[in-house]
């Protein structure tokens, strides 16, 4: 087996049929855009293909006839990758991560609530990561004081969704919002009115 095959095989991009590719007789041809320029004879489809100086791509296989669209090839793999990047993740918002050790300074432990009600406010879940370096990992309740300080700072504006658990040297916790806040732009709009 070629490298190149092997390569393709266990790629996580999916696999279009192009040009050549295509078997079926009709297809069901659109433009770059999407607009649907009819029902025609693959060999008609090709030749337009040709004529444009574009790629004919099989985007929905099963359907009859499989639907073709008309594009540069390139341009259409873009296009697929940029939907994935804008499709939103499952679960809710993002998950933000916050990283800390056990005997942070108090400015540090201030910063970093302050962007922990950031996201939090955002509408995002955020995980405590607490690191035990070296002999600390024999004192978790020092984690655990420090899950329960950002709790009673973080009242009203979340709730511990996931108690604390140490994992060899890490602790964690996810604090999750407790109602969907405002935004900047919803405070903005109802300050006008």
Request: hydrophobic letters at 35%.
């Amino acid at each position: 087996m070629s490298k190149r095959y092997q390569k393709r095989r266990y790629s996580r991009e999916p696999y279009y049929k192009t040009n050549w590719a295509i078997r079926a007789q009709e297809v069901r041809l659109l433009d770059a855009k999407g607009k649907q320029i009819g029902v025609l004879s693959i060999e008609k489809a090709r030749e337009m293909a040709r004529e444009q100086e574009l790629d004919l791509i099989e985007i929905v296989e099963k359907a009859k006839p499989p639907v073709v669209k008309l594009i540069k090839f390139s341009k259409f793999k873009y296009l697929e990758k940029k939907k994935l990047k804008a499709k939103p993740k499952k679960g809710g918002g993002n998950l933000k991560e916050i990283r800390l050790t056990p005997f942070i300074g108090q400015k540090d432990l201030e910063i970093r609530l302050k962007r922990m009600k950031k996201f939090l406010t955002a509408g995002h879940k955020v995980k405590v990561s607490i690191k035990f370096i070296g002999r600390q990992v024999t004192k978790p309740e020092f984690g655990r004081k420090l899950v329960e300080r950002f709790q009673e700072e973080l009242e009203g504006i979340a709730i511990l969704e996931i108690n604390p658990k140490l994992v060899h040297k890490r602790m964690y916790a996810t604090f999750a919002p407790t109602k969907k806040t405002k935004t900047n732009k919803d405070e903005k709009s109802t300050q006008k009115t």
